[in-house]
């Protein structure tokens, strides 16, 4: 286990890649002092479980494996400093039922009618791979969180006028807590930014742990 002292030494000699272009990841990992780089996925998304957790870890762990290899056959595979990835998937699941982003305004509608005036869970899967690329000692670390939230009644006007602003159209079960759709929350259980996109107190403890 590390201690903080030697994380925080070891994270400045870490070359970190977070695997999302979502802004909303990218201002939570400054939020805990990490300095990182952008490399996006473009794994195609393959899933053979249904139960959320699972989805979200599977999904995480795809994004992960899929920039190690853009990295790894780059110019810096023989770099022997030490590599970090993290990626993230977020799902939104009510009564069983996964959202994810919408396709459309119409299924944006559809998720927001069956979300207002209830309960509903959000699942973050984060994967991490940590190690040195030069002496082949990647290693993975999977882990998910859980957020439940409460939502007011919203009427049709409500959820018309929310879709029209368009900040449903890339986000899990069509809204964000962070956003204009923060008047319609009553509440949450847990941890608020896992609803935004990423643990990252978990995550901080994980890499204590594990990095």
Request: aromatic share 8%; charged share 30%; with cysteine.
């Amino acid at each position: 286990m590390l201690t903080v002292k030697k994380l925080e030494t070891e994270r400045r000699a870490m070359k970190i890649i977070l695997a999302s272009a979502s802004p909303r990841r990218s201002e939570l990992l400054k939020q805990i002092g990490l300095e990182y780089e952008v490399l996006v996925s473009d794994a195609e998304e393959k899933v053979i479980d249904t139960e959320p957790g699972k989805v979200v870890e599977e999904l995480a762990k795809q994004k992960a494996d899929n920039v190690y290899q853009h990295y790894f056959q780059g110019t810096e595979k023989h770099s022997s400093e030490p590599l970090l990835i993290i990626s993230a998937d977020t799902v939104v699941a009510c009564d069983g039922r996964i959202l994810g982003k919408p396709k459309d305004a119409n299924e944006a509608r559809d998720m927001l009618r069956a979300l207002q005036g209830r309960a509903h869970e959000v699942y973050t899967g984060v994967s991490f791979l940590y190690g040195k690329v030069s002496e082949d000692t990647m290693k993975c670390h999977t882990f998910h969180e859980v957020t439940r939230v409460h939502f007011y009644p919203m009427t049709e006007e409500e959820i018309e006028a929310y879709v029209a602003t368009l900040d449903p159209m890339d986000k899990a079960g069509a809204y964000g807590i962070q956003g204009l759709c923060a008047r319609h929350i009553k509440g949450i259980e847990g941890d608020y930014n896992n609803v935004v996109g990423l643990p990252v107190a978990r995550l901080y403890q994980e890499m204590k742990h594990f990095v």
